[in-house]
């Protein structure tokens, strides 16, 4: 028995042995394969992390190009990673008004012991401190989907009891640090003791004589024979001017990235995004000012005429400010009259690397010293895409800088009134039909998913009855959806087209900057008015999410 159990004993310590030593292996195995991941790991684009289906939409190729798509887009101040963090340079230092802020003020005035006489049966005095808190703690109240920021000083409205004021806001799912104004009519009550109260409230931008005057512009032209048309007036909030090198020196000083116009004009504008900000990337990579052309090329996807339009200024889409504050860029034409200039007023020409293919990578100029690497793109397609600089093994130094690009602050001035004039509490559903809907093949069941019948049903049973319902749609028929009106208080873009007519603010901005010239309202404008208006709602509500079981895509695609 003695020599079983001593032929036993080693048999087990030598079991344990393996088996720690097969657990200690796993674990450095496991050990190795972790640092070599945390290595060479390269995070993607924020942008794309934002959102899977864009992600798709940005790294599926079809002969090296993109897929046409009309799908909601996202840019920079709806991104959850950028924002007024990312850009506290630039951010205004203004605090948000809260409760605490309104019952410190509330203090103040108090110990201030007001002498003003309170008459209940006179006008109200609007310009007493208490009526405005009165106001302020109103609309926290009331409106919870935005941040205030700043008030003017309440004025006397058309009524005794009546005061319009004045305020700067912010919606909180916008993650940029614009403000936007409001100014509204209220009906002040007064108690004992001077104690005011809001008792009742208009619409949005129902307190003219609190509306601050604007600033007009003389028209670049007379405009004879236009007819019914508002005098130009300009945004003061909003500055896209075109920056100026300025003097030679400063031309002398600067480095310099240029791509010359490739296969990527006139295609869609996901397209031109994603090769745009691939030419910012690589800029800001080697330390260089991106020399920037403003004119861009309308597809036809978003032109009523269906041709591709040329001549299409950059501001009309995006927020121009915005990029020159946080990116080092300078406008083609200026740059190309400094180099002209340049070169005409020296014997030695400017220094130019001229790279004639993508193939060249950012790593291999970054220790390039002339003042201007020149991008060529004269190879056939898909060569001459810029975003091929940004492929291989570029694609691990280059990031794109989405924080860079916001929409533009006119557009969104339009999203703004819309969401206002709903009081910034109501639902949205987006829509998708058009082309989808017609092909059968790839997706067989939308057509009759997003049918009036079938919208009704299935929104019944996701959005209260009677609700403010946004539709954000490509459907063309404005009365495709008037079953719903039934149940639902419907809203679609096509009710606010006043908002972009001749006698608009938009109307006249933009016509300030096409020399004069009226701007159409195009079928991108109206995808990005669309698509924050959605952004902004209570409820949400998603075609390829919640109203068919066809994949965004196509079929087998999900």
């Known amino acids: 028995?003695?020599?079983?159990?001593?032929?036993?004993?080693?048999?087990?310590?030598?079991?344990?042995?393996?088996?720690?030593?097969?657990?200690?292996?796993?674990?450095?195995?496991?050990?190795?394969?972790?640092?070599?991941?945390?290595?060479?790991?390269?995070?993607?684009?924020?942008?794309?992390?934002?959102?899977?289906?864009?992600?798709?939409l940005f790294t599926q190729f079809h002969n090296a190009t993109?897929?046409?798509?009309?799908?909601?887009?996202?840019?920079?101040?709806?991104?959850?990673?950028?924002?007024?963090?990312?850009?506290?340079?630039?951010?205004?230092?203004?605090?948000?008004?809260?409760?605490?802020?309104?019952?410190?003020k509330e203090e103040r005035v108090t110990n201030m012991s007001l002498k003003s006489d309170c008459d209940l049966t006179g006008p109200v005095n609007c310009s007493d401190p208490r009526v405005l808190i009165a106001i302020e703690r109103f609309n926290l109240r009331f409106f919870k989907a935005i941040v205030f920021l700043e008030y003017q000083t309440p004025v006397s409205g058309s009524a005794p009891n009546e005061c319009d004021v004045s305020w700067r806001f912010r919606n909180k799912k916008e993650k940029s640090w614009r403000k936007y104004?409001?100014?509204?009519?209220?009906?002040?009550?007064?108690?004992?003791?001077?104690?005011?109260?809001?008792?009742?409230?208009n619409g949005?931008?129902?307190?003219?004589?609190?509306?601050?005057?604007?600033?007009r512009v003389n028209a670049t032209r007379s405009g004879g024979g236009i007819g019914r048309i508002a005098p130009p007036v300009r945004d003061e909030e909003i500055n896209d001017t075109i920056p100026v090198l300025g003097s030679e020196m400063t031309f002398r000083k600067g480095k310099y990235l240029y791509?010359?116009?490739?296969?990527?004009?006139?295609?869609?504008?996901?397209?031109?995004?994603?090769?745009?900000?691939?030419?910012?990337?690589?800029?800001?990579?080697?330390?260089?000012?991106?020399?920037?052309?403003?004119?861009?090329?309308?597809?036809?996807?978003?032109?009523?005429?269906?041709?591709?339009?040329e001549g299409k200024d950059f501001r009309y889409y995006f927020d121009f400010e915005h990029l020159k504050e946080v990116a080092s860029i300078v406008e083609e034409?200026?740059?190309?009259?400094?180099?002209?200039?340049?070169?005409?007023?020296?014997?030695?020409?400017?220094p130019v690397r001229k790279v004639a293919t993508y193939k060249v990578t950012?790593?291999?100029?970054?220790?390039?010293?002339?003042?201007?690497?020149?991008?060529?793109?004269?190879?056939?397609?898909?060569?001459?895409?810029?975003?091929?600089?940004?492929?291989?093994?570029?694609?691990?130094?280059?990031?794109?800088?989405?924080?860079?690009?916001?929409?533009?602050?006119?557009?969104?001035?339009?999203?703004?009134?819309?969401?206002?004039?709903?009081?910034?509490?109501?639902?949205?559903?987006?829509?998708?039909?058009?082309?989808?809907?017609?092909?059968?093949?790839?997706?067989?069941?939308?057509d009759s998913d997003t049918s009036p019948d079938a919208l009704l049903a299935k929104l019944k049973e996701m959005v209260h009855p009677w609700r403010n319902l946004y539709i954000a749609t490509n459907e063309p028929f404005y009365n495709y959806f008037d079953k719903l009106r039934s149940q639902y208080k419907v809203h679609l873009l096509d009710d606010y087209k006043e908002l972009w007519g001749n006698t608009s603010d938009w109307y006249n901005e933009t016509r300030l900057l096409n020399q004069g010239r009226p701007v159409e309202f195009d079928g991108y404008m109206r995808v990005a008015v669309d698509t924050e208006v959605l952004y902004r709602a209570k409820t949400r509500v998603e075609t390829f999410y919640n109203l068919t079981k066809d994949c965004k895509d196509g079929i087998n695609t999900c």
């Open 1 to 56: 028995m003695k020599e079983d159990s001593n032929l036993t004993e080693p048999i087990g310590q030598n079991l344990i042995k393996v088996i720690s030593n097969v657990c200690f292996s796993v674990f450095v195995f496991a050990v190795l394969i972790f640092t070599v991941i945390a290595i060479t790991y390269q995070p993607p684009d924020p942008w794309l992390e934002s959102s899977p289906a864009l992600t798709k």
């Open 66 to 104: 993109f897929q046409n798509d009309n799908s909601v887009l996202k840019t920079g101040e709806d991104l959850p990673d950028f924002g007024v963090a990312e850009t506290p340079a630039v951010a205004p230092a203004v605090m948000p008004i809260t409760e605490a802020a309104i019952e410190e």
């Open 181 to 201: 104004r409001d100014f509204r009519r209220f009906r002040i009550g007064v108690g004992e003791n001077c104690t005011y109260r809001v008792t009742g409230a």
């Open 204 to 215: 949005w931008h129902s307190g003219v004589n609190a509306r601050r005057q604007r600033s």
């Open 259 to 309: 791509y010359s116009r490739g296969g990527d004009y006139c295609k869609g504008m996901n397209h031109f995004l994603w090769s745009f900000l691939c030419g910012l990337g690589e800029a800001q990579y080697l330390n260089r000012t991106f020399v920037m052309d403003l004119s861009i090329c309308l597809a036809a996807t978003y032109n009523p005429s269906n041709k591709d339009e």
């Open 333 to 350: 034409g200026e740059f190309l009259r400094d180099w002209k200039k340049w070169d005409h007023s020296r014997k030695r020409k400017v």
């Open 362 to 446: 950012p790593m291999q100029l970054s220790k390039d010293r002339s003042k201007i690497i020149y991008r060529q793109f004269d190879a056939p397609e898909p060569e001459n895409y810029w975003y091929r600089v940004c492929e291989g093994q570029a694609a691990k130094y280059i990031q794109r800088p989405w924080h860079a690009l916001w929409k533009s602050k006119r557009l969104m001035n339009i999203v703004t009134e819309i969401s206002g004039r709903m009081d910034w509490d109501f639902d949205a559903v987006h829509v998708v039909r058009g082309e989808k809907a017609q092909n059968k093949e790839l997706w067989p069941h939308l």
